[in-house]
């Protein structure tokens, strides 16, 4: 079956480490898209990746790293200097970006940091 | 203002009612996505529409691109159709990307 596995479903880090979640799809992807979810907000893009080798900043990539050295892994870094890093974080991937491209989603990681 | 806002914010029926869940937007869109999130936090693309109206089983989707406004509706509702429901539009200027309303939670009751 082909999709989006994201690991683990559940996270607990202490303040001050830095920890990475992972995102794999075996759809042939070549775009690829991390979002985080908080209560009472809509998703918001953290980080976006459309080819191999090439990511882009979105609207609050600040205290997040991310690389993207094959097509069908994009893993994403909340560093310390992420200043509210718990939340639930989303990975999703689509055929490329273009405007007409549904995106698919992963099933998500929560992440508490304690 | 959000660019996307959804109404209601929370929804409960009985199980064979027919729903509605609306999306208004303010900016001209390339495509509307409706998807839905199950407890366990998981993301399913329902619809992607760029007018007209679209119906998959008991999922029927519009769109009025005139009226910058799109409606869900579930026909013969059930338990298992409780879920959160997010509207997310795709700008057609700019970068293209996605930005999300923050959700209708269905509640069915049997």
């Known amino acids: 079956d082909g999709g989006i596995t994201q690991s683990p479903k559940y996270l607990f880090r202490k303040e001050g480490q830095n920890v990475t979640l992972s995102c794999e799809q075996n759809?042939?992807?070549?775009?690829m898209y991390w979002y985080r979810q908080d209560p009472g907000q809509g998703l918001r893009l953290i980080y976006y990746?459309?080819?191999?080798?090439?990511?882009q900043k979105g609207d609050i990539a600040e205290g997040y790293s991310v690389s993207r050295e094959k097509k069908e892994s994009f893993p994403l870094t909340v560093t310390s200097a992420q200043k509210n890093p718990t939340a639930f974080y989303l990975c999703?991937?689509?055929?490329?970006?273009?405007?007409?491209?549904?995106?698919?989603f992963g099933p998500g990681t929560r992440l508490t940091v304690l | 203002k959000n660019e996307v806002e959804q109404s209601p914010q929370n929804l409960t029926a009985q199980e064979g009612e027919f729903i509605t869940i609306n999306c208004s937007y303010s900016?001209?869109?390339?495509?509307l996505h409706w998807l839905q999130q199950h407890p366990g936090g998981g993301i399913v693309s329902l619809f992607m529409?760029?007018?007209g109206k679209k119906k998959h089983g008991r999922l029927i989707a519009t769109i009025n691109i005139q009226e910058k406004h799109s409606s869900l509706h579930i026909t013969a509702s059930h338990p298992r159709d409780s879920a959160v429901y997010i509207c997310?539009?795709?700008?057609?200027?700019?970068?293209?990307?996605?930005?999300f309303g923050t959700g209708t939670r269905l509640t069915i009751i049997p």
């Open positions: 999703a991937s689509s055929i490329s970006r273009g405007r007409h491209n549904e995106q698919f």
């Open positions: 759809l042939n992807h070549d775009a």
């Open positions: 990746s459309q080819i191999v080798n090439d990511f």
């Open positions: 900016v001209g869109i390339s495509a």
């Open positions: 529409l760029s007018s």
């Open positions: 997310a539009v795709r700008a057609n200027f700019g970068n293209e990307k996605l930005t």
